[in-house]
């Protein structure tokens, strides 16, 4: 009997010197949050309690019989609530600056328990905007509105090109020239701890240079190409044949035959003897 009240001693013991400890340090648990959505935090309070929030200290408290009073701090009021059932807190409509370390003392228990959640709220990214710089060189240029953590990646397939991250611009841009043969490989990447978005290169970078062409492309040009040398042949092919008949019809012109039919015949008028003698005498007399 004397031995279990000595081991019951020294187990109490070890529990009075290990429990001030956690409680001195509470461990922080890193939570995210989306700006616009709601946030839970994961440690029940069903009897009494406080929520408390950095420097402001108490922000939220629970009474015996199940009452709460969430609007102790007017940035909070009507966004901060307390389940009387679970005994969860939970933060609606999350805004950017809701982050940081917020505390939750349970006093359920004789030993009051705290829990540390430090919360970082996100904006949702919006798409990246990849645009040509140099149609020649298909030079393109990925563009993205910054926020917090954000970072912006060029891959070719899963190898990582190029990246930035900085929190000193509004927009992120970053450029990069595309090797053609493997354009459909890349695609340029925003992401942050809460969202990912992803844009491909655009089809103007290579269709803005004819030299450089599809299989596609290729077999168009090629139908193209024949479709222009029969129109062409069939030309040359018709104004043979007209030169042809032209040549033809000059001969034709030129021919003995045609020369005596323009040839003019004049008239043969027979003079009688008679006549002519008194034509004579009369120019005679005129002299």
């Not at 709220?121 to 298909?138: A, E, F, G, M, R």
């Not at 042809?244 to 003079?271: C, F, M, V, W």
Request: proline fraction near 4%; glycine fraction near 6%.
């Amino acid at each position: 009997m004397t031995t279990l009240q000595y081991l019951g001693i020294s187990v109490r013991f070890i529990i009075v010197l290990c429990s001030p400890q956690h409680s001195d340090q509470p461990e922080t648990w890193q939570v995210k949050g989306i700006v616009g959505t709601f946030l839970s935090f994961p440690e029940r309070v069903l009897k009494s309690g406080n929520l408390l929030y950095g420097d402001l200290g108490n922000i939220a408290q629970v009474y015996p019989g199940k009452q709460s009073n969430t609007n102790l701090e007017k940035r909070f009021k009507n966004r901060l609530h307390w389940n009387n059932v679970t005994g969860v807190f939970t933060l609606s409509d999350l805004q950017i600056d809701d982050s940081g370390v917020y505390t939750v003392e349970n006093a359920d228990a004789e030993e009051k328990m705290t829990h540390a959640f430090q919360l970082t709220v996100y904006y949702v990214l919006s798409k990246p905007q990849v645009t040509v710089h140099d149609n020649i060189s298909c030079s393109v240029v990925c563009s993205v509105e910054n926020g917090r953590e954000v970072t912006l990646s060029w891959y070719r397939g899963g190898e990582i090109l190029n990246q930035i991250s900085s929190p000193d611009h509004i927009t992120l841009s970053l450029p990069l020239k595309v090797d053609e043969q493997n354009r459909d490989s890349y695609r340029c990447e925003a992401a942050n701890p809460v969202s990912k978005e992803t844009a491909v290169v655009p089809n103007s970078c290579i269709e803005s240079d004819p030299s450089k062409v599809t299989d596609g492309d290729a077999t168009t040009q090629g139908s193209l190409i024949a479709v222009i040398c029969v129109l062409v042949a069939s030309g040359l092919v018709g104004l043979a044949i007209c030169l042809k008949k032209r040549r033809n019809g000059q001969q034709h012109e030129d021919s003995p035959e045609r020369k005596q039919d323009d040839i003019l015949y004049a008239e043969i008028t027979h003079i009688k003897p008679a006549d002519n003698q008194m034509n004579l005498r009369r120019q005679n007399k005129g002299k």
